[in-house]
């Protein structure tokens, strides 16, 4: 089934926990083959990772409790150059990771949907089931709280 290393970099950003997403995954699969009749023709991996999405919510809901599993394969960025710029790289997608990880799931997921699945405006307000600007304002807000607490963070390492 096409897009499921997709859905599944999606469901650890989601539920943070690598088993559950696995798990979150193949419930997702089972609806996708279950619903197929009721796919409108929108793209293939918006429709799918829209039902992941649900599938994540669901599973946090019955939880109702957030794991705190860090992230190890799934980063926001990869820079090549020198050892010591990879090293201060890793540091940085390190302490990015865990910046997105704190927000707000609402801001989460529509970062993650951008900028590590790179969906369009379009295809994330299909999954995400709001209006195109809606996406956009959610993103406006989910980079301007990174920005403060990249700052806020990046000034304590400093100090």
């Excluded at 969906?119 to 304002?137: E, H, K």
């Amino acid at each position: 089934m096409p897009h499921l290393e997709r859905g599944y970099a999606l469901a650890r950003w989601l539920v943070r926990d690598p088993s559950e997403a696995e798990d979150v995954v193949q419930d997702a699969c089972i609806r996708a083959l279950k619903y197929i009749d009721g796919w409108t023709g929108d793209t293939n991996r918006s429709w799918f990772l829209a039902i992941v999405r649900n599938a994540a919510y669901d599973t946090l809901a019955k939880r109702g409790v957030r794991a705190e599993v860090p992230l190890d394969d799934t980063d926001l960025g990869c820079v090549e150059g020198t050892p010591e710029t990879s090293l201060l790289a890793a540091s940085d997608r390190t302490l990015l990771n865990r910046l997105v990880e704190e927000l707000p799931p609402l801001f989460r997921e529509v970062i993650v949907l951008r900028e590590v699945e790179e969906l369009s405006y379009r295809d994330i307000a299909t999954v995400l089931d709001v209006p195109v600007g809606t996406v956009m304002s959610r993103l406006a807000r989910a980079r301007g709280r990174l920005l403060v607490a990249w700052q806020a963070a990046t000034k304590t390492e400093r100090a």
